[in-house]
């Protein structure tokens, strides 16, 4: 009897019924991604929708890409904001958040705590972002829309960014905080800094920060001497009323309002504009839209295209950094304690399970509860002010330069990098040269 095994039949190389290998994981956080990263997070959300990795930082998080979770996770009280919940040395500590908020004690701000002081912190300047004091608000932004039209429209060309998108909201947000208008400059070199640098090794974020922290300090003693009818002036009242709000927090709920409340607007005119000129049909439907209804507040297709433009290429990425203060389960994975988890609002927002078609632009598309400015108790504060200023800023461009085109080709432009921001270096245009704003001499400085 022969003991030896009977010669195997090779097996085929691929079976017709079986389902193809998937393809390999994509990297992350390379320059080539930062272009373009929806077809990676569409992989993600296939294949790893919760998924462990190393950032370029050096530090290990966990990101979540699929709107159920996403939704979940923001929600979440075990998701501590506090970096003080990260289990990491506190070198590692200092490679999340803000660059240089730690050094400057800038850290007591409404995206690093939770309840109760969160709560107490968000009931003070909630008052600020009220659909009333929004509203009597408009009259500026559209003025500074105009203003900055009216610097570059002789031309026939721009870099929308600089020239535009970015200084809009940091004097518009100068204004609302109580910043006088001969200090504003300064700010905005400070703020120009953030964007051009970020956190790489010209530390221009932190240098800013430390400059933004002392002028703060000493604004807040200004205000304390002769308030007025601004933010700062209002923090300091609570303050003085026994609202106990110390110095550094007055400090840091200012600094945070500039920092979040420029660059996020920076981008969504930034990526709003660029994300219309690609979609010609889109933006004559726009256009079409405005001519029937110019007011920005009373075009129905604006206001709708505005939540588009933030679900379809928003300007955040990622949610700020959470930390877990207790095991939980997220997506199928295990998060052990102190990890921190970042979730990709940028994915979320493109999940077929939650949106039909999330790959094309439709600025009237009506079930958008895009995750584009958080959820639950970090709703950002600030969305209505965002809004009218997204609104203003992309209604006055299409009325003011109507043959408004790209001057470079897409593949050309520059996104820059990081974890939070997604947003462009710069976006050059054309256009026929126009005459500048009847008003524009009677305006005053910006």
Not at 223 to 234: H, Q, V, Y
Not at 268 to 295: D, K, M
Request: aromatic share 6%; glycine share 8%.
């Amino acid at each position: 009897m022969n003991d030896s095994p009977a010669p195997s039949t090779p097996e085929p190389s691929a079976c017709p019924h079986e389902a193809a290998p998937a393809a390999p994981a994509p990297e992350l956080f390379t320059w080539e991604f930062a272009s373009d990263p929806y077809p990676a997070y569409a992989w993600l959300r296939e294949h790893r929708p919760v998924h462990r990795t190393a950032l370029p930082s050096g530090v290990e998080a966990w990101l979540v890409t699929r709107y159920g979770d996403a939704r979940q996770a923001l929600a979440d009280a075990r998701l501590s904001k506090n970096p003080a919940n990260h289990a990491e040395s506190p070198h590692a500590k200092g490679k999340t958040g803000i660059p240089g908020e730690r050094k400057a004690e800038l850290m007591t701000h409404l995206l690093n705590i939770d309840p109760p002081d969160h709560t107490r912190l968000r009931r003070l300047v909630s008052k600020a972002f009220t659909p009333r004091r929004v509203a009597e608000f408009a009259p500026r932004v559209q003025e500074l829309a105009d203003r900055l039209i009216d610097g570059f429209i002789e031309e026939g060309k721009a870099d929308l960014i600089h020239d535009f998108a970015f200084p809009l909201p940091i004097y518009a947000i100068c204004d609302l905080l109580g910043v006088p208008r001969e200090d504003q400059d300064d700010f905005r070199d400070w703020a120009g800094m953030m964007i051009r640098h970020g956190g790489g090794p010209h530390g221009g974020v932190a240098r800013s920060v430390k400059k933004m922290r002392g002028y703060l300090a000493e604004l807040i003693h200004r205000k304390r001497e002769n308030p007025g009818d601004d933010l700062i002036s209002g923090l300091i009242r609570a303050s003085d009323h026994g609202e106990h709000l110390t110095e550094n927090e007055a400090a840091a709920m200012a600094f945070i309002l500039l920092f979040a409340g420029f660059e996020t607007t920076v981008n969504l005119i930034g990526n709003g504009t660029y994300a219309l000129l690609r979609h010609p049909e889109q933006r004559a439907r726009l256009e079409a839209s405005l001519e029937a209804s110019p007011v920005p507040g009373e075009s129905a297709l604006l206001a709708t295209g505005l939540e588009e433009l933030l679900r379809f290429d928003g300007p955040v990425e990622m949610a700020t950094w959470r930390y877990a203060t207790e095991p939980l389960t997220l997506g199928g994975e295990e998060i052990a304690a102190g990890d921190p988890v970042l979730v990709v609002l940028a994915a979320a927002d493109r999940d077929p399970e939650r949106f039909t078609d999330p790959d094309t632009l439709d600025l009237a598309r009506s079930d958008n509860q895009h995750l584009g400015y958080g959820h639950g108790i970090h709703y950002c504060l600030g969305a209505p002010l965002a809004r009218l200023e997204g609104q203003t800023a992309l209604a006055t461009l299409l009325r003011r330069l109507p043959d408004l085109r790209l001057a470079e080709e897409p593949t050309d432009l520059r996104w820059r990098g990081g974890l939070i921001m997604r947003g462009l270096r710069t976006l050059p245009v054309e256009f026929e040269p126009g005459n500048r704003s009847e008003k524009s001499d009677a305006l005053s400085t910006l």
